[in-house]
């Protein structure tokens, strides 16, 4: 993780990629209502714009993720070059604060004729926010949760800082923020082209599929995916947020968010915050 302290050498084009892309999660307005959830058949199913109803439920998805907080999450990032970051903690959407534990894993040297072998690279605590994350060692013999273990970190033991454009950081600035107090404009999502993708089940529990709202200026039809969006949700019958995805240029492999509901025991801690 110390290569993640680079904050220059990225093109503009890709910042403001990036900063298209965490604009579009905040696009909403306070609307009222739900419509009742109705099932459809996947027998002939194909890509299609969002319904009414399934544009409600899009629209709920952020406001009931604030209002499960904190939320357990599982952030998973490639890299490039066969590394791969894994995220897991907890998000306040109240406070816009998080804290988890990362793992790096990735090729770490010959393995006589298997070629390299894959293991642990680094590993450690990280808390995030809207402005940045902090990285710190994970105490030894410390199995406690990750929040628990950072209360005993010093402010000085962290290594803080500002956000890059690294599929990592766009993911941990996407994850932050996707929690909002209110829902969003359900008509205002149906206008931007988000769409209906299929429905898949996870864990045991069917989800919708939908491509969120375009960027802004973003033209049908233009590129390999239609000018779809680049974040893909996964929401349940009631509006729950189960899965995001977020592509990224160049990289083949998605960003993916996981949400495992509410975890009423984590208390996040306040020393840490320190990321500006």
Same mark, same amino acid.
């Not at 406001?63 to 499960?68: D, K, S």
């Given at each position: 993780?110390?290569?993640?302290?680079?904050?220059?050498?990225?093109?503009?084009?890709?910042?403001?990629?990036?900063?298209?892309?965490? =604009?579009?999660?905040?696009?909403?307005?306070?609307?009222?209502?739900?419509?009742?959830?109705?099932?459809?058949?996947?027998?002939?199913?194909?890509?299609?714009?969002?319904?009414?109803?399934?544009?409600?439920?899009?629209?709920?998805?952020?406001?009931?993720?604030?209002?499960?907080?904190?939320?357990?999450?599982?952030?998973?990032?490639?890299?490039?070059?066969?590394?791969?970051?894994?995220?897991?903690?907890?998000?306040?959407?109240?406070?816009?604060?998080?804290?988890?534990?990362?793992?790096?894993?990735?090729?770490?040297?010959?393995?006589?004729?298997?070629?390299?072998?894959?293991?642990?690279?680094?590993?450690?605590?990280?808390?995030?926010?809207?402005?940045? !994350?902090?990285? =710190?060692?994970?105490?030894?013999?410390?199995?406690?949760?990750?929040?628990?273990?950072?209360?005993?970190?010093?402010?000085?033991?962290?290594?803080?800082?500002?956000?890059?454009?690294?599929?990592?950081?766009?993911?941990?600035?996407?994850?932050?923020?996707?929690?909002?107090?209110?829902?969003?404009?359900?008509?205002?999502?149906?206008?931007?082209?988000?769409?209906?993708?299929?429905?898949?089940?996870?864990?045991?529990?069917?989800?919708?599929?939908?491509?969120?709202?375009?960027?802004?200026?973003?033209?049908?039809?233009?590129?390999?995916?239609?000018?779809?969006?680049? !974040?893909?949700?996964?929401?349940?019958?009631?509006?729950?947020?189960?899965?995001?995805?977020?592509?990224?240029?160049?990289?083949?492999?998605?960003?993916?968010?996981?949400?495992?509901?509410?975890?009423?025991?984590?208390?996040?801690?306040?020393?840490?915050?320190?990321?500006?």
């Amino acid at each position: 993780m110390a290569r993640k302290r680079k904050t220059d050498g990225r093109t503009p084009r890709r910042a403001l990629w990036l900063r298209t892309l965490i =604009a579009i999660t905040a696009c909403g307005v306070a609307v009222g209502g739900l419509a009742a959830y109705r099932t459809f058949s996947d027998d002939t199913a194909t890509e299609r714009p969002v319904t009414t109803e399934e544009a409600s439920r899009l629209a709920l998805s952020r406001l009931n993720l604030y209002q499960a907080s904190p939320v357990a999450v599982t952030l998973t990032a490639t890299e490039g070059g066969g590394v791969v970051v894994r995220v897991k903690g907890v998000v306040d959407y109240r406070t816009h604060r998080a804290v988890g534990s990362y793992q790096v894993t990735g090729a770490s040297g010959s393995s006589g004729t298997s070629g390299p072998a894959t293991g642990q690279l680094d590993h450690g605590l990280i808390v995030w926010d809207t402005g940045g !994350l902090g990285l =710190a060692p994970a105490p030894k013999g410390d199995n406690s949760p990750a929040w628990q273990q950072a209360e005993h970190i010093p402010r000085s033991g962290w290594s803080a800082r500002s956000y890059t454009t690294d599929p990592l950081d766009a993911g941990l600035q996407l994850l932050v923020g996707l929690g909002a107090d209110r829902p969003d404009n359900p008509l205002l999502l149906a206008q931007s082209g988000a769409r209906w993708l299929g429905r898949d089940r996870v864990d045991g529990r069917s989800y919708d599929r939908f491509a969120g709202p375009r960027a802004q200026g973003a033209v049908p039809s233009a590129g390999p995916d239609g000018g779809r969006s680049p !974040l893909t949700y996964w929401v349940d019958g009631d509006g729950g947020l189960r899965r995001v995805t977020m592509r990224m240029p160049g990289l083949g492999t998605p960003t993916t968010l996981e949400f495992s509901g509410r975890d009423g025991r984590a208390k996040l801690p306040e020393e840490p915050w320190a990321t500006s």
